[in-house]
């Protein structure tokens, strides 16, 4: 006859990596052994206060579900941006700077309105984030998600209007001029330095908040 182990000897890690892979249906007993021992050990202060750090830290590591929502998300506009293409007529180029522009306008509006509605694109409805209000925790509305997205959309604007302006000198005189050029120049920087602080800010606090985060009093956790 099998002996039972004994549970008051195991760690919590062991204590629920054994019921993860505990046969019930054999073990019936031993079963309700490891449950009591883990309902005794969840009763340490210690112990209590160090799973509710790491479900803290679990909660708020969202950069890679993050990175993939975006990486889906962008997907799914490139192929809007395709089929609107083929509706309206037009050439469709990944290259296409005009394009490509009005398509981030697109998507700047896309993550107001989901966010502001569902609090999800359909990116992070994928991958289990969702964007709360940083204080409360709560659904956010649209006027935060416009706020949160504010600089995105600016530039987004910004950069289809830089193109028009570019292909007009273009047009009419079949140059640019010195200061429209080191304004394209300084707009290309700007824009850099904005996604490259995004990056920066998120890797540097505990709740993993970008830039655009702290500006609309957001927070992205795992559900």
């Given at each position: 006859?099998?002996?039972?182990?004994?549970?008051?000897?195991?760690?919590?890690?062991?204590?629920?990596?054994?019921?993860?892979?505990?046969?019930?249906?054999?073990?019936?007993?031993?079963?309700?052994?490891?449950?009591?021992?883990?309902?005794?050990?969840?009763?340490?202060?210690?112990?209590?206060?160090?799973?509710?750090?790491?479900?803290?830290?679990?909660?708020?590591?969202?950069?890679?579900?993050?990175?993939?929502?975006?990486?889906?998300?962008?997907?799914?506009?490139?192929i809007i941006l395709y089929v609107e293409c083929l509706i309206f007529g037009f050439e469709y180029s990944a290259?296409?700077?005009?394009?490509?522009?009005?398509?981030?306008?697109?998507?700047?509006?896309?993550?107001?309105?989901?966010?502001?509605?569902?609090?999800?694109?359909i990116g992070k409805m994928i991958m289990d984030v969702k964007v709360l209000n940083h204080d409360t925790e709560t659904e956010i509305n649209v006027k935060q998600a416009l706020r949160r997205e504010s600089v995105n959309l600016?530039?987004?604007?910004?950069?289809?209007?830089?193109?028009?302006?570019?292909?007009?000198?273009?047009?009419?005189?079949?140059?640019?001029?010195?200061?429209?050029?080191?304004?394209?120049?300084?707009?290309?920087?700007?824009?850099?330095?904005?996604?490259?602080?995004?990056?920066?800010?998120?890797?540097?606090?505990?709740?993993?908040?970008?830039?655009?985060?702290?500006?609309?009093?957001?927070?992205?956790?795992?559900?």
């Amino acid at each position: 006859m099998d002996s039972s182990p004994n549970y008051n000897n195991y760690t919590l890690e062991e204590l629920l990596d054994v019921q993860n892979h505990i046969d019930k249906e054999q073990y019936p007993e031993r079963a309700k052994e490891l449950e009591l021992a883990i309902s005794n050990k969840m009763k340490d202060p210690d112990i209590k206060e160090e799973i509710e750090k790491q479900q803290e830290v679990n909660k708020y590591s969202t950069f890679w579900p993050r990175f993939w929502a975006a990486t889906i998300d962008g997907v799914v506009f490139a192929i809007i941006l395709y089929v609107e293409c083929l509706i309206f007529g037009f050439e469709y180029s990944a290259q296409d700077k005009f394009l490509q522009a009005l398509n981030g306008v697109q998507f700047a509006i896309y993550a107001i309105f989901m966010h502001g509605y569902f609090g999800q694109t359909i990116g992070k409805m994928i991958m289990d984030v969702k964007v709360l209000n940083h204080d409360t925790e709560t659904e956010i509305n649209v006027k935060q998600a416009l706020r949160r997205e504010s600089v995105n959309l600016a530039l987004n604007i910004s950069w289809v209007l830089i193109i028009l302006v570019v292909a007009t000198s273009l047009e009419m005189s079949g140059a640019i001029s010195e200061g429209l050029s080191y304004g394209v120049i300084g707009f290309g920087i700007l824009a850099m330095v904005w996604g490259i602080s995004e990056f920066v800010t998120m890797l540097f606090n505990d709740k993993r908040r970008a830039l655009h985060d702290y500006i609309g009093k957001t927070v992205v956790v795992r559900t």
